[in-house]
């Protein structure tokens, strides 16, 4: 039982390094592979759509990276190599994409339903809370109910 618990620990240990960029695909110079795996944190692999093409391990990540690491050798700066895979695949490569009029529905919809729903919330309780109390009876109801009552004994 015992090596069986390690054996997975390992598994799920090793899964985290399987992911990594592979050793192909890495910059003989440290300071362009630096920037490329600077770069690989902000680009979104299209396939796992949550994690970060230097995360996944997925082909089309891996095209990604290659892709990034020869603009990079080309001599694009940071921002011209990002600018250069926005073009080709979209904002959605993005892992943060930026505040623009697209993507105002991403960065303010979740927020604002929030809002909106908070309001909804108080509006509903301020209605239950400021319900009158019933009238009182008067004293022919009174009377009724009185004698409804000595039926029933």
Avoid at 31 to 56: F, H, P, W, Y
């Amino acid at each position: 039982m015992r090596r069986l618990a390690a054996a997975v620990l390992l598994l799920l240990l090793a899964g985290g390094i399987a992911r990594a960029v592979e050793p192909g695909e890495r910059l003989a110079d440290p300071a362009l592979e630096a920037r490329a795996r600077a770069i690989g944190k902000e680009l979104r692999c299209l396939v796992c759509q949550n994690e970060s093409i230097d995360d996944s391990g997925a082909d089309l990540a891996h095209d990604l990276r290659v892709l990034l690491r020869e603009r990079l050798k080309a001599g694009d700066s940071d921002r011209q190599a990002i600018a250069y895979i926005v073009a080709r695949y979209g904002q959605f490569v993005l892992l943060k994409p930026p505040v623009e009029p697209a993507t105002y529905a991403l960065w303010f919809g979740p927020p604002a339903l929030l809002a909106l729903a908070a309001i909804a919330i108080a509006l509903r309780l301020r209605r239950r809370d400021t319900s009158a109390p019933p009238a009182p009876l008067s004293a022919e109801e009174r009377r009724r109910l009185a004698r409804l009552l000595d039926e029933g004994t």
